[in-house]
C-alpha cells in the first residue's frame, strides 16, 4: 500500500480511517494499529488536524472506484446526498424528499456546521444542520408530497440525479438539531466535485475545475503533472501554489464581466505555546451569494498587518482591468501605511524601502493597481461592531489558521533584490533587524558563560532580568548617578565585586593570604559576603524585609489584595527564594541579590495583577530596595572594615593603584562552577544557540525578547 491510497485528492490531508468507506463498503470499523503509526508520522497535529506534513504531501490524483456513493435510479425519501453546486462554489447537503421525472431531486437542504474549538475543520466530522432559508431556496415548490402533513421545510433544493452522490450512513448521529457522520467533510466534499466536472466537462479556457488543469498550447504537457498554468498574467506571476492559482482564476472568470466590486477583508494571527499560525479571508458582497476566499499565512515575519495585506492582495487579483474596487478593513495601519507610501513615494527610494514593513508585498499590491489600472479605495471598519460581514470574513480567517499557506514569488515583484536570512526574506526595518541579532549575539555570549552554567538550567525571566538591570537609565540622558548605580549591579551579577579573594589574585603584594574576613576570620568570597555567620542576622532582616516589600508594592496596584491569595502565599512560601545559602542547582535569595528574576516570581504577580508593565514596575521596585538594603547594610560597612585596615597598616592609595604588582594572575570566576553543572540540562530550548533563537523569532513574527521569559 503506498501512501497516497489513504490521502485526498488534493494531496494535502490524510484520510481518516473511515473514510475508506467512500470505496469500499466492507472496510473495518476497527482502526488499524499501522494506521495510527501513520497518523503519529505524516500529520501535522494528529489531535488537531489531518493535514500533511510538507515531505509527505502528495500530488493531485483522480478518485478511485466510488461506486458506493452511486445513487439507485429513483433516491429513495430521507436518503442523505450531497451535490456539487457551480455556482457557490462548495458542496450542498440534503435529506431526499422526492424524485420526480426519473432524473430531478427534490430535497431539504442542510448546511455544514462546524464545531468551534481548537480543532481544524479537517479534523472534524461531517455534521450537519437544516438550513433555515437562502438563496438557493426554490421558492416556486410549495407541495412536495400530498400524503405528509409535516410543513414545507425552509429552503427546498432541486438538483439533477446524477449530479449527486449517497452519503454513506456509518456510525450516523442525530444531537439535538444536528446530524454527524463519521466520514470528514474534505474527502467527500473533493469526490462531489470532481464528479460534478466529470458528468460536465470543461468547454472554455477560463473554466477551472479539480482535479483537470488548464493545457495551454505552449507548455510542455509533461511538465503539468503537479503544476497548474493561470492565463491571468498577475496570478501566474505571483502565486506559487497550483490550488491557489487555479482558484483564484475561477474566480477572476466569475468576475470578468464585472467593473465594481465591495470586499470585506481580514486576516488573523495566533501565538500560542509558541507556535504561530496565520490566515486572511476576503468577502465580495455585491453578487447574490457573497463569494468567499480564504487562506493560511506565512508566519515568516507575521502580523495582523501582513495577513490583512495578503486578503486584500488575493482579492485585487481576481478583478478585471478598469474596475472600481472598495475594501472595507478594520486595519487602521493597513490605510495609513497604503496613503503614506503614495504621499511619500516611498517605493521609488531603496533606503526606505528597506525600512518598511512587508515592502514586498506593498510592490505587488501596487504593481496589481497600476497594471490594471485599478480605482482603489479604502474604507475603514470599526471591528467587532455587529457589522454581518466584516464579523463573517473575521470568523472566515480564525476558522481556517491550518490551512495550506499561499506562497508569493517575491522575485517576480518590483522588489528585485531582497535582504535574506536563513533563506527567508527580511521583511522588517532592516537597520533594526539586524540590531536585534547583534543583541541575540550578546545575549548569547553572556548566556554561555561558564559562570552562568547555574541559570542555563533554571526558569530565569531574561527580560525582565535585564530590564531592572538597566532599571533608571536613559537612553537619551547621561546620568554619572544611574551609570555609576547600573556598573555596581551588573559587578554583582557577574560577581565582579572587589572581595578579599579577588584582591589576593590581583594584587598579592598588598594583600596576602591573612587578609580574611574582618566578621568571622574565614576566606572572604563572593559566597561568603551573604553566608557569613556574623552576618546572618543581618541578611535574615533583609529576606523578612524583601517579604514585606512585595506585599507592599502589590498593595499599592491591588488596594484588595488577600493575604491568603494563593499566588500570594506561592510567593511568600517559596522555600528557594528566600533560602540564605549558596546553592549550585538550586535558585536562592543570593541570586536574587545579584540580579536574577526567577520566572516564578514574574509568573505569580502577572497572575496578580494581570498586566506586564505593572508586573515590571513591582519587580523593578523590588529588585531596587533590595540592592539598596544589600549596599547600606551589608557591603559599604564591609567596605569601611577593609579600609579601616588599611589604614592601621599604612596602606596609600598610591599604593593601591600601582600597576607594577608582582605575582599578579587572573581569577578564574567560573572555577567554583562544578564541571556537573554545565551538564545539566538546559531550561529554555529556545536559547540553545543564537540560530535557534534568530529563526524562532522570525518564524513567530516576534521580537526575540518574547522568548527569553520561557514562553
Not at 20 to 33: A, C, F, G, Q, V
Not at 508 to 526: A, K, R, V
Not at 623 to 634: K, W, Y
Not at 653 to 666: D, E, L, S
Request: include cysteine.
Amino acid at each position: 500500500m503506498y501512501l497516497d491510497q489513504l490521502t485526498s485528492l488534493d494531496g494535502f490531508y490524510l484520510l481518516k480511517w473511515i473514510d475508506t468507506r467512500l470505496y469500499e463498503h466492507n472496510t473495518s470499523i476497527k482502526i488499524p494499529k499501522w494506521f495510527k503509526i501513520l497518523e503519529s508520522i505524516v500529520i501535522t497535529s494528529p489531535n488537531t488536524t489531518r493535514r500533511l506534513k510538507t515531505e509527505y504531501c502528495t500530488t493531485l490524483k483522480t478518485p478511485g472506484d466510488y461506486s458506493p456513493l452511486s445513487l439507485i435510479k429513483q433516491a429513495r425519501p430521507r436518503e442523505w446526498i450531497i451535490v456539487w453546486n457551480n455556482i457557490t462554489n462548495d458542496a450542498i447537503y440534503g435529506q431526499v424528499n422526492k424524485t420526480q421525472n426519473d432524473d430531478e431531486i427534490i430535497f431539504t437542504h442542510w448546511t455544514n456546521d462546524f464545531l468551534i474549538d481548537n480543532t481544524s475543520p479537517s479534523y472534524q466530522p461531517l455534521r450537519l444542520k437544516k438550513c433555515s432559508g437562502c438563496l438557493l431556496n426554490d421558492s416556486s415548490i410549495t407541495f412536495i408530497n400530498k400524503y405528509s402533513s409535516l410543513p414545507r421545510p425552509s429552503c427546498i433544493i432541486t438538483c439533477k440525479h446524477q449530479d449527486a452522490l449517497h452519503i454513506p450512513l456509518t456510525t450516523k448521529q442525530k444531537i439535538l438539531d444536528h446530524v454527524q457522520f463519521s466520514i470528514s467533510t474534505f474527502g467527500l466534499k473533493q469526490i462531489a466535485k470532481y464528479h460534478f466536472f466529470n458528468i460536465h466537462p470543461i468547454t472554455i479556457m477560463h473554466d477551472i475545475t479539480y482535479p483537470e488543469s488548464i493545457i495551454l498550447p505552449y507548455i510542455n504537457h509533461s511538465l503539468l503533472k503537479d503544476s497548474f498554468f493561470s492565463p491571468l498574467p498577475l496570478i501566474e506571476k505571483y502565486i506559487i501554489n497550483s490550488s491557489y492559482k487555479r482558484e483564484l482564476t475561477k474566480l477572476a472568470k466569475n468576475f470578468i464581466n464585472r467593473t465594481n466590486f465591495r470586499f470585506y477583508t481580514d486576516g488573523s494571527v495566533k501565538h500560542e505555546n509558541g507556535y504561530t499560525t496565520a490566515a486572511a479571508a476576503w468577502i465580495e458582497v455585491l453578487t447574490v451569494i457573497p463569494t468567499e476566499f480564504t487562506t493560511g499565512v506565512n508566519n515568516d515575519f507575521i502580523s495582523s498587518t501582513k495577513a490583512e495585506l495578503i486578503g486584500i492582495i488575493t482579492a485585487l487579483m481576481t478583478v478585471p482591468q478598469h474596475s472600481i474596487v472598495d475594501i472595507y478593513t478594520d486595519s487602521k495601519n493597513v490605510i495609513d501605511m497604503y496613503q503614506h507610501l503614495i504621499q511619500e513615494n516611498t517605493l521609488s527610494y531603496a533606503r526606505e524601502c528597506l525600512k518598511t514593513m512587508n515592502i514586498e508585498l506593498w510592490f505587488i499590491l501596487y504593481d496589481i493597481v497600476f497594471t490594471q489600472q485599478l480605482q482603489l479605495l479604502f474604507h475603514k471598519v470599526k471591528a467587532h461592531s455587529n457589522n454581518s460581514y466584516n464579523d463573517k470574513v473575521d470568523e472566515l480567517a480564525k476558522l481556517h489558521l491550518l490551512s495550506e499557506t499561499i506562497q508569493f514569488k517575491v522575485s517576480n515583484g518590483l522588489y528585485i533584490t531582497a535582504p535574506k536570512i536563513i533563506d527567508i526574506n527580511i521583511s522588517t526595518h532592516l537597520r533594526h533587524f539586524i540590531t536585534s541579532i547583534s543583541h541575540i549575539l550578546g545575549f548569547q555570549e553572556f548566556f554561555n558563560l561558564n559562570r552562568n552554567a547555574k541559570y542555563k538550567s533554571l526558569g530565569i525571566d531574561w527580560l525582565l532580568t535585564f530590564k531592572c538591570l538597566s532599571s533608571g537609565s536613559s537612553h537619551t540622558i547621561t546620568s554619572f548617578t544611574s551609570s555609576n548605580r547600573k556598573a555596581k549591579r551588573i559587578k554583582l551579577m557577574l560577581e565582579e565585586l572587589p572581595t578579599l579573594e579577588y584582591l589576593q589574585h590581583c594584587k598579592p603584594s598588598i594583600y596576602d593570604t591573612s587578609w580574611t574576613c574582618c566578621l568571622c576570620n574565614n576566606p572572604e568570597t563572593f559566597a561568603h559576603l551573604w553566608t557569613c555567620s556574623e552576618r546572618l542576622h543581618i541578611m535574615q532582616s533583609i529576606v523578612n524585609a524583601s517579604r514585606k516589600w512585595i506585599i507592599d508594592f502589590l498593595s499599592i496596584a491591588i488596594p484588595q489584595l488577600h493575604q491568603n491569595n494563593p499566588y500570594v502565599l506561592a510567593i511568600l512560601n517559596d522555600s528557594n527564594i528566600w533560602n540564605i545559602a549558596s546553592s549550585d542547582t538550586q535558585f536562592t535569595f543570593i541570586d536574587l541579590i545579584k540580579g536574577f528574576i526567577p520566572l516564578s516570581l514574574s509568573y505569580n504577580i502577572h497572575q496578580l495583577v494581570s498586566n506586564r508593565e505593572l508586573t515590571n514596575i513591582i519587580i523593578d521596585k523590588f529588585t531596587n530596595s533590595i540592592f539598596d538594603a544589600i549596599q547600606d547594610q551589608i557591603w559599604l560597612p564591609r567596605c569601611a572594615l577593609i579600609i579601616q585596615k588599611e589604614k592601621s597598616l599604612g596602606i596609600t592609595q598610591k599604593q593601591k593603584n600601582c600597576t607594577k604588582n608582582h605575582g599578579t594572575f587572573f581569577l578564574k570566576r567560573s572555577s567554583h562552577v562544578p564541571s556537573y553543572v554545565s551538564d545539566l540540562p538546559i531550561y529554555n530550548d529556545n536559547l540553545t544557540n543564537a540560530a535557534t533563537l534568530i529563526h524562532i523569532s522570525v518564524t513567530n513574527g516576534q521580537h526575540f525578547s518574547h522568548f527569553l521569559d520561557g514562553s
